[in-house]
Every structure is written in structure tokens, then in C-alpha cells.
């Protein structure tokens, strides 16, 4: 399927070729005919088609908003008001959202139309989406494989044209790696560059709303949109929003670009992506870049600080779900501790319970220094190492992910395996950097390979734009 960009689709709508309630039809119709790809929790169409009507009204007379007419679908960790909210979760059976997330807020200021809310791991725990209560996303590629995880349902949703953009959560590469698992742009921002209110957390000092999509020119343009200070969330960064769209630097540009040896040269990167990437980086050399392979001496503690604190903050994130004040409630409950284990043993997935208990044991009075302080330091040490590196590169350069997309089971079983399909992703959260997931061909049975991109802080500007030039030149 040939998709169009907004900035093509806007200027169709503005020149009165085409209606948002068109789009919004042809979305629909997409989303049904392809239900049984499970993207979707819940679709928001009478709403969708009275905003669209109201937003061609607002085209005609020329007082639309920056992104009218985008139809977006949201991972369901963002908070739509008055629309259900469960992070794929049976703890949250029946809830309501009862405010706007700031990123949903400013999409609808701008007149962005929002069509659903979509399947994802529980609670954003995953990097397939087969721990969603509500059962696997599969990848319109091929049934048989996963939409990676966390945010699946939103990946395979612009993969299959159901929705143009979607915002998904990245707090381990939950936007990168499903992004390269179903041939789409992923984006996770700098930490603190888009407000969390309104993201249901999983852990938190790493939790970061990101962007899917097929053009760069959409990534940056809702990027420019949401991003920026907000008073609901004193950790977002006052530093000014650039206009992404407009600013983006030009492709003739030459960078220096680091790759670590332990990734492009890792055993467990699938040949194929090897190859791709070891393909893109002599292009690059062609064209004057310098591309230069370096040691990343702490390596191997990336993953394992990132699942201590991950899961330690998750731990205490989601002890408000205990079945007392809203969610799911244990029927079985007699007394109050009664309610609280039988809720959370009934309501949480087996995933999600692991992880409560991982951090428990991390954060509880005999482990607290050997575990969660020590990796409290590592991630320092990590995070001061990666600064080192862009004193003296733009870029660094890796795969988004050790392979293409799987078999749907053929890691469930085993939660290590699962967790080291994360090895490439983490690194920008342990760090709190901004990264992107582009496409870079394909394997042998035509699924697509994700590139990496990392960037320092606030350099979402740069890395946009040399994303564009990779994908120009592929
Ligand atoms: N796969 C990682 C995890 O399970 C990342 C998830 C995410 O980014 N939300 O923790």
C-alpha cells in the first residue's frame, strides 16, 4: 500500500479534494476489514466521524489547526477523557479516563482526530505484545509473526493504514523495536522533552511518549506539537520546542558516527541485519561521513540496570492498583488483605506480577544497596559514558533490535530470552536520550530491519534530519 504524508493528505484537504470524513471513513473501513490483527481495544468512530465534520468545517474557513484532519490512534497507558484507559490490564476493567493526557490535550487543540485506543503489553511490560490481557497483536506482514512490543497495536495500526501516526510509550524501546518489526519510523525523544501527565506509569524515570510513523515530516511536525513545558509535569524540560518541521537540517550535512563493536558485531545480531547496517555505513563513508567503530566499555550492565530499575519502579508504580477505589475488584475477597491478593493475583497478567516481584526483591531492606543503589550508580556511570562519546561524535549508530520480527511463541516461554531482545533498546532510556528506529531493508523472508539512531539531549532536530538522508539514500 502507497501511504501519503499529512503535509500531502493537508494540502489535498485544504485545496478541497478530499474531507477529513473521508479519511476518517477510510480508516474505519481499514480497521475493520483487518480486525483480526487485534490493533485496536476500543474504536472511537461516532466521535471520530463528528470531529472530522467539525474539523472540515474549520478547513473551509480557513481556521484549522496545525495538524487537522491527522488521524492518530493511542497506546492504551495515554489518557483520553471520558474514553476507557487499562494498559491491556484486567486490574483496570471499567475505567474512565477522566482528564486528557497533555500530549492527547495539545493533539485535539491542533485538531488531530483521535480514532482509538490500541492493544499493547500490559502496563507497557513486553517487547511482543503477547502479555496483553486481551490477547497478541499480529503483524500485518505476516499473522504468524509479532508486532513487537510494548506498543504493538499502535506499530501494526499505521503499518496497516488503520490510523496515520500513533503515539506509543518507549520505556525500554516500547516505540523503537516494534517500529523495526513492522518497516516504520519510531521516535522516543529525549527524556523530558513531552510531558507524562496523563501516561499511566510503568517506571517512570524512564517513561517517554514516542512517535510512529511512515514520513519524518509527520514525526516531526506531532513532535513539535506536543512537545515542551507543562505545568502538570515539573519534569519536562523548559528548553524551547524548535519547529522541527521547518528546521530540519539539510541532507548534505556530514557527521562523525560512532558504532560499538559489541553491537554491529554482536553474535546474536541475525546476519541479515548485519549486513544491512555494514551496507548503510559503507554509503554513508561514500557520501563523507566518518563512521568510526568504538569499544562501549560498560556494556554489559546496560540491560541488567535497566530490568533492576525498571522493575523497581514498577513495583511501586503499580501498587495503587489494589482493587479498593477503582479497576478490577476480587469477587472472592472476605477481609481487606484477602481483597488486595486476590485482586492483584486475579487482576495482574503473570509478566507484570513477575516484574512486582522483581523490584520488590530489589528495593526491600537486605537488597536495596547490592541491587537498586549499585545500578542507581551504574546508570550514572552509563549515562556519563554516552556524554563522553557525543563530545566527540553526532550519531550512534546500532540495530534496533538482535532480530526481525518473531515467531509469535517462540520466546514466551522464557522471559531471559525475551528480555535480550531489548539488548539495543535500552541504552537510550538507561541514558535518557533521544533515539529513532528506521527502516533499512529486509530479510530474507521480505520482514523489515530496523537502523538505530542515538543522539545527544535535545538533538531530536539533528537526528530527524539524518534520518531523512539515511532514507533518501536507501
Ligand atoms: N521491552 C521492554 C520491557 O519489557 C521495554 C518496554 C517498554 O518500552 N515499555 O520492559
Same mark, same amino acid.
Given at each position: 500500500?502507497?501511504?501519503l504524508?499529512?503535509?500531502?493528505?493537508?494540502k489535498?484537504l485544504?485545496?478541497?479534494?478530499l474531507?477529513?470524513?473521508? #479519511?476518517?471513513?477510510?480508516?474505519l473501513a481499514?480497521?475493520?476489514r483487518k480486525?483480526?490483527?487485534n490493533?485496536?481495544?476500543?474504536?472511537?468512530g461516532?466521535k %471520530?466521524?463528528?470531529q472530522?465534520k467539525?474539523i472540515d468545517?474549520?478547513?473551509?474557513?480557513?481556521?484549522a489547526?496545525?495538524?487537522?484532519?491527522?488521524?492518530?490512534?493511542i497506546k492504551?497507558?495515554l489518557?483520553y477523557?471520558?474514553?476507557?484507559l487499562?494498559?491491556?490490564?484486567k486490574?483496570l476493567n471499567?475505567?474512565i479516563s477522566?482528564?486528557?493526557?497533555?500530549?492527547i490535550q495539545? #493533539? &485535539?487543540?491542533?485538531?488531530?482526530?483521535?480514532i482509538?485506543?490500541?492493544?499493547?503489553?500490559?502496563?507497557?511490560?513486553?517487547?511482543?505484545?503477547?502479555?496483553?490481557a486481551?490477547?497478541?497483536v499480529l503483524?500485518? &506482514?505476516d499473522?504468524?509473526?509479532v508486532?513487537g512490543g510494548?506498543?504493538g497495536g499502535? %506499530?501494526?495500526?499505521?503499518q496497516?493504514g488503520?490510523?496515520?501516526?500513533?503515539?506509543?510509550?518507549?520505556?525500554?524501546?516500547?516505540?523503537?523495536?516494534?517500529?523495526?518489526?513492522?518497516g516504520?519510523?519510531?521516535?522516543?525523544?529525549?527524556?523530558s522533552r513531552?510531558s507524562?501527565y496523563?501516561?499511566?506509569?510503568y517506571?517512570?524515570?524512564?517513561d517517554?511518549?514516542?512517535i510512529?510513523?511512515h514520513y519524518?515530516?509527520?514525526?516531526?511536525?506531532v &513532535?513539535?506539537?506536543i512537545?515542551g513545558?507543562?505545568?502538570?509535569?515539573?519534569?519536562?524540560?523548559r528548553?524551547?520546542?524548535p519547529?522541527?518541521?521547518?528546521?530540519l537540517?539539510?541532507?548534505?550535512k556530514?557527521?562523525?558516527?560512532a558504532c560499538?563493536?559489541?553491537?554491529?558485531e554482536?553474535?546474536?545480531?541475525q546476519?541479515?541485519?548485519?549486513a544491512?547496517l555494514a551496507?548503510?555505513?559503507e554509503?554513508?563513508?561514500?557520501?563523507?561521513?566518518?563512521?568510526e567503530?568504538i569499544?562501549?566499555?560498560?556494556?554489559?550492565?546496560?540491560?541488567?540496570?535497566?530490568y533492576?530499575?525498571?522493575?523497581a519502579e514498577?513495583?511501586?508504580?503499580l501498587?495503587?492498583?489494589d482493587?479498593?477505589?477503582y479497576?478490577y475488584r476480587?469477587p472472592q475477597?472476605n477481609d481487606?488483605?484477602?481483597?488486595y491478593?486476590?485482586?492483584?493475583?486475579?487482576?495482574f497478567?503473570?509478566?507484570?506480577q513477575r516484574?512486582?516481584?522483581?523490584?520488590t526483591?530489589?528495593?526491600?531492606?537486605?537488597?536495596?544497596?547490592?541491587y537498586?543503589t549499585?545500578a542507581?550508580k551504574v546508570?550514572?556511570?552509563?549515562?556519563?559514558?554516552?556524554?563522553?562519546?557525543?563530545?566527540?561524535?553526532?550519531f550512534?549508530?546500532?540495530?534496533?533490535s538482535?532480530?526481525t520480527?518473531f515467531k509469535l511463541?517462540?520466546?514466551?516461554?522464557?522471559p531471559?530470552e525475551?528480555?535480550?531482545?531489548?539488548?539495543?533498546?535500552?541504552q537510550?532510556?538507561v541514558?535518557?536520550i533521544?533515539?529513532?528506529?528506521?527502516?533499512?531493508?529486509?530479510?530474507?523472508n521480505?520482514?523489515?530491519?530496523?537502523l538505530?539512531l542515538l543522539?545527544?539531549d535535545?538533538?531530536e532536530c539533528?537526528?530527524l534530519?539524518?534520518?531523512?538522508?539515511?532514507?533518501?539514500?536507501?
Open positions: 500500500m502507497q501511504f504524508s499529512y503535509p500531502q493528505i493537508r489535498q485544504d485545496e478541497g479534494q474531507t477529513c470524513l473521508e #479519511l476518517v471513513k477510510n480508516h481499514v480497521i475493520e480486525s483480526n490483527l490493533a485496536f481495544l476500543s474504536i472511537y461516532d %471520530a466521524i463528528e472530522a467539525l468545517e474549520k478547513i473551509k474557513n480557513r481556521k489547526g496545525k495538524l487537522a484532519g491527522l488521524v492518530v490512534g492504551d497507558l489518557c477523557k471520558d474514553h476507557p487499562q494498559g491491556a490490564s486490574i471499567g475505567f477522566q482528564f486528557n493526557a497533555t500530549a495539545r #493533539l &485535539l487543540d491542533e485538531d488531530a482526530i483521535i482509538g485506543r490500541q492493544n499493547c503489553d500490559e502496563f507497557g511490560m513486553g517487547s511482543s505484545n503477547e502479555n496483553s486481551f490477547g497478541p503483524n500485518d &506482514l499473522n504468524s509473526r508486532s510494548s506498543s499502535s %506499530a501494526v495500526a499505521v496497516a488503520m490510523c496515520q501516526v500513533s503515539l506509543g510509550t518507549d520505556t525500554g524501546g516500547s516505540v523503537r523495536q516494534p517500529a523495526a518489526f513492522c516504520l519510523i519510531g521516535l522516543k525523544p529525549t527524556y513531552i507524562r496523563g501516561l499511566a506509569a517506571a517512570s524515570s524512564f517517554c511518549i514516542g510512529f510513523a519524518i515530516e509527520d514525526v516531526a511536525l &513532535l513539535e506539537v512537545a513545558a507543562d505545568a502538570m509535569d515539573s519534569t519536562v524540560s528548553l524551547p520546542v519547529a522541527y518541521s521547518n528546521e537540517p539539510s541532507a548534505n556530514k557527521y562523525k558516527i560499538f563493536n559489541d553491537s554491529i554482536s553474535n546474536s545480531l546476519p541479515e541485519i548485519k544491512a551496507g548503510t555505513i554509503k554513508l563513508k561514500q557520501q563523507g561521513h566518518v563512521v567503530s569499544d562501549f566499555p560498560l556494556n554489559e550492565y546496560v540491560l541488567p540496570t535497566y533492576i530499575l525498571a522493575t514498577a513495583s511501586s508504580n501498587s495503587r492498583y482493587g479498593v477505589r479497576g476480587s475477597a481487606l488483605s484477602s481483597l491478593k486476590k485482586t492483584r493475583s486475579e487482576g497478567g503473570k509478566e507484570v516484574r512486582i516481584l522483581l523490584g526483591f530489589v528495593l526491600s531492606a537486605s537488597y536495596y544497596d547490592a537498586y549499585q542507581q546508570r550514572r556511570m552509563i549515562r556519563n559514558k554516552m556524554k563522553e562519546i557525543f563530545s566527540l561524535y553526532d550512534i549508530l546500532m540495530p534496533t538482535p532480530t520480527a511463541g517462540e520466546h514466551s516461554s522464557d531471559v525475551m528480555y535480550l531482545a531489548d539488548l539495543f533498546s535500552v537510550a532510556n541514558a535518557g533521544p533515539a529513532i528506529s528506521i527502516p533499512c531493508g529486509k530479510d530474507k521480505g520482514l523489515p530491519i530496523g538505530q543522539a545527544d535535545f538533538e539533528k537526528l534530519g539524518f534520518s531523512k538522508a539515511i532514507l533518501g539514500m536507501n
